[in-house]
């Protein structure tokens, strides 16, 4: 059902005298459309909607908006592409939510550098497109990269397959440009490789999820295109021993660029959705990318397969060209589609582990799932750690809902308990917050709140994310 | 507050979307309009809200934004779950209809346009109920005279040996607008031994009528050409037009109930359905076509997605003509903007979304156009139209210059 607007009055004047009004939304048939994002709890039916969207073109306008918000005390939501799966860009009542996809200028890629210059609402593929374009590379691939912003996946600290070997976007910034809440501008590091200069504001504001400030410009560094990719399809009769098997590659070296799992839950739902010729009964399919130097990548492919032999796999498919890769990632990217045809509402769990750990948290999900008796589909980013459990559930069943909101609070005990992390790539928004601090501790939150007023003395940036306000 | 008869299947439909959004990146109306709620998400969840759950008053803004949507299935094709966003906006527009009376002008002049294409209409009486409805506005192409249907005869055998034979659904393209695609579509096939029937009284394929959400004028179509086109013994059944095809292939036997009689004729049908282009390719082209030089671009429908691979026929089968090169464009895949009849009503927004078309075009150095479309062919050739000698065809029209 959709909610009411929480009007404030002369909220479309005022927005409208700072900005082209044709960017100013307040009629709720559009706010709707901002209600949530893809976390599969947020804002769902427009529950609760915005007071105002506005859809700034440079930092000036942005600016103004933060100052009249700051002013007025009203909540800010920046926004990308609104794909994240943790709530992180769910505006609360009253709030006027940044629409930044308008900023969407490469300002500039440079070689000598190594470096690419842009405004946040960049489309991650649309950069990574331009920079291959000149022989270069930038490794960051969530799977929404043919919408998501660079602002949203730097906000995030957005991850991917090949985190793995080449890490994630906190990885890859260099250097920031950002409005305060007051309208002030800020900007730290640049095309400097090395710099120990001041406090990280960099790093500090890369997954700081909107709620410190506007990101608005982002200076990357990038590196060659690797010129030889080969990928490997592997089976295991075993999960148990897939996971080791995981462990091993990695421990060995062999430095695959991808290292995916997907469990027998899954390997069957994406059966039911492509009927491609999936072994139903294999308990674990591995799908491991290696890049590089093509001496290199013929090395690492007869490593890992017999590694993947020696933990028991019972086939393994080496892709002979470009298209055979194709079709075997087909199977892995039609993973979201194929589990969401399996149930009404599916939870993507991010918890992460120390890669050695694998196995341990592979196991506990096991566990977890039969306790409270629901599905869970396991795979994820298994080379590094980063877990996506796949929870089937269904928002209209309050019961069901009931057991799955205890499974992902277990699930992040044992990630935690484990060595790990609450999550390795979706951030925290609203749907870990009232777990921060088991990761942290009350006084690590503490700080986390002290920093925030540091930037954001009235609390206007993105409230109610990160932490449950008190 | 009004609450639409809105399709249970379809809400159910709407239900589905797990709001990923990847859907905005992909939709040429959000790309001009550059705020989420003219996109794909934003447009079914608006449905949503205000015809099935009727928790939002049905606006100004909520027609506006229903209509805004060129029916291209951009969105659908990048859908994780390829939800079928077009009948989501057909059957909200068709509320809109029945429940607010809306756009009953279109939709009448459409079902008279069906009858008069069925009984044999001439163009003249097309025409001029276009004028006289005076819908549209703009320009309108002068319409052929006869149109298509009445020019042939209804069976073309080649001169050389049979190497198939097709039946072939002549769209209402063709028939009043751009009767050269079918005589070079009759030319070609029959230059490589292929038979091609022609149905008489073959109707509009009904997507049109689908997009304005009359049902029921569609699924009449439907019936009527799933009895013409079940010609015995064809190889194939043959479109040249993307949208037509569409139609035939994919939405037909899903408009029909489960026991509808006509059900298994017209999925029959469907299954014969293949783009013209693609056929040929498929069967290969029976002696080396003369040579021509000329540089190609090629448009790929936004409709393209019932065919097994249409860029790559294509491409492989006009690459058979010597001195024939393709260039490459910037975007292969954007929308030119017609979307059907879109352009007719929303002209300021497909203008807009042809603009950087008609850049890539000219920038590439294209002399001709081929797309398989003739809404994408119409409005491309006024927007190439006095700036270029451009000219846009169908693939086929260009080969059979080589025949």
């Known amino acids: ?470 | 507050m009004i609450k639409g008869p809105f399709p249970e299947d379809l809400a159910a439909e709407i239900d589905r979307c797990t709001q990923c959004n990847f859907c905005l990146a992909a939709c040429p109306v959000y790309r001009e309009d550059r705020v989420e709620s003219a996109g794909a998400r934003g447009r079914i969840d608006l449905v949503k809200a205000a015809l099935v759950e009727g928790s939002l008053p049905v606006s100004a803004r909520v027609k506006e934004l229903v209509d805004r949507c060129l029916s291209c299935t951009n969105c659908t094709q990048v859908c994780p779950g390829s939800l079928r966003v077009d009948e989501i906006v057909a059957a909200a527009r068709s509320v809109l209809h029945d429940t607010y009376r809306f756009a009953l002008a279109e939709r009448a002049f459409l079902r008279r346009l069906f009858k008069q294409r069925a009984q044999g209409g001439g163009s003249k009486t097309a025409a001029s109920l276009l004028r006289g409805l005076n819908l549209f506005g703009g320009r309108w192409p002068s319409l052929a005279n006869p149109p298509f249907q009445q020019r042939v005869t209804p069976v073309i055998r080649p001169d050389g040996p049979v190497r198939a034979r097709v039946a072939y659904f002549v769209g209402c393209g063709v028939n009043y607008l751009y009767p050269d695609t079918g005589e070079a579509l009759v030319q070609v096939l029959a230059a490589n031994g292929v038979e091609v029937v022609i149905p008489p009284g073959l109707h509009c394929c009904g997507l049109p009528a689908l997009a304005l959400g009359d049902h029921a004028a569609a699924a009449e179509a439907v019936r009527a050409n799933a009895a013409l086109l079940s010609v015995p013994d064809v190889d194939a059944v043959v479109t040249d037009c993307t949208s037509c095809g569409y139609m035939l292939k994919v939405k037909a036997p899903a408009l029909l109930a489960m026991d509808d009689p006509d059900l298994p004729r017209a999925a029959a049908v469907s299954g014969r359905i293949v783009e013209a282009t693609e056929f040929l390719a498929g069967l290969g082209l029976a002696r080396e076509p003369r040579r021509r030089n000329v540089r190609v671009a090629y448009h790929a429908p936004c409709h393209r997605h019932w065919c097994d691979d249409l860029v790559g026929a294509t491409v492989r089968l006009l690459s058979a003509v010597p001195g024939t090169g393709f260039v490459p464009l910037r975007e292969p895949y954007r929308c030119c903007g017609a979307g059907g009849a879109f352009f007719l009503t929303h002209r300021e927004l497909s203008e807009s979304i042809r603009r950087p078309r008609i850049e890539d075009i000219l920038a590439a150095g294209a002399e001709v156009v081929v797309t398989q479309c003739p809404a994408c062919r119409w409005f491309l050739g006024q927007g190439l139209a006095g700036q270029s000698g451009v000219r846009v065809m169908h693939p086929l029209a260009l080969l059979a210059g080589s025949h």
């Open chain 1, 1 to 470: 059902m959709v909610g009411e607007v929480t009007v404030i009055s002369g909220l479309h004047k005022d927005l409208a005298a700072l900005m082209d009004r044709r960017r100013v939304y307040t009629g709720r048939e559009d706010l709707l459309a901002y209600a949530g994002d893809a976390a599969p709890a947020a804002g769902r039916d427009g529950t609760v909607l915005p007071a105002a969207v506005v859809v700034p073109v440079d930092t000036a306008e942005i600016a103004a908006v933060c100052r009249w918000a700051d002013r007025h005390l009203a909540p800010l939501v920046p926004r990308g592409a609104g794909t994240g799966l943790s709530g992180g860009a769910t505006p609360g009542p009253g709030s006027i939510v940044v629409d930044l996809k308008r900023m969407d200028r490469i300002v500039e890629i440079d070689r000598s550098n190594l470096t690419a210059v842009v405004e946040c609402g960049v489309v991650t593929q649309n950069l990574q497109a331009a920079v291959e374009a000149a022989g270069l590379f930038y490794p960051p691939d969530p799977s929404s990269l043919s919408v998501s912003t660079m602002g949203g996946n730097v906000a995030t600290r957005a991850g991917g397959p090949r985190g793995v070997k080449y890490g994630t976007t906190k990885d890859y910034v260099l250097g920031l440009a950002a409005v305060l809440p007051d309208g002030s501008l800020i900007g730290y590091g640049g095309k400097s490789v090395k710099m120990s200069s001041g406090y990280d504001l960099a790093r500090l504001l890369t997954g700081s999820e909107g709620t410190l400030a506007v990101i608005t410009g982002i200076t990357v560094r990038l590196l060659a295109l690797p010129p030889e990719r080969r990928t490997i399809l592997a089976i295991f009769p075993e999960l148990d021993a897939a996971a080791e098997g995981v462990a091993a590659v990695m421990a060995q070296g062999a430095g695959p660029c991808a290292l995916e799992l997907l469990d027998r839950v899954l390997v069957n739902c994406i059966e039911d959705y492509l009927r491609m010729g999936l072994p139903r009964d294999a308990e674990a399919l591995l799908l491991i990318e290696v890049d590089g130097h093509p001496a290199q990548v013929e090395r690492d492919v007869g490593l890992i397969e017999e590694l993947c032999r020696r933990y028991g796999a019972r086939s393994l498919t080496v892709a002979a060209d470009a298209a055979q890769a194709e079709s075997l990632w087909r199977a892995r990217r039609a993973l979201f589609p194929a589990v969401s045809s399996r149930a009404p509402t599916v939870l993507t769990e991010d918890a992460t582990v120390p890669r050695s750990r694998v196995p341990d948290m592979v196991r506990a999900i096991r566990r977890i799932a039969r306790d409270n008796r629901v599905e869970i589909g396991v795979c994820g980013h298994a080379g590094d750690g980063n877990l996506h459990p796949a929870i089937l559930a269904d928002r209209k069943d309050p019961e069901l809902m009931e057991r799955v909101e205890r499974t992902v609070a277990e699930i992040a005990r044992e990630a935690l308990r484990l060595g790990g992390t609450l999550s390795g790539e979706h951030g925290i928004g609203t749907h870990k917050a009232s777990y921060l601090e088991w990761e942290f501790g009350p006084r690590g939150v503490e700080l986390m709140r002290r920093i925030k007023k540091a930037f954001d003395p009235n609390g206007i940036m993105n409230p109610g994310k990160l932490w449950i306000e008190r």
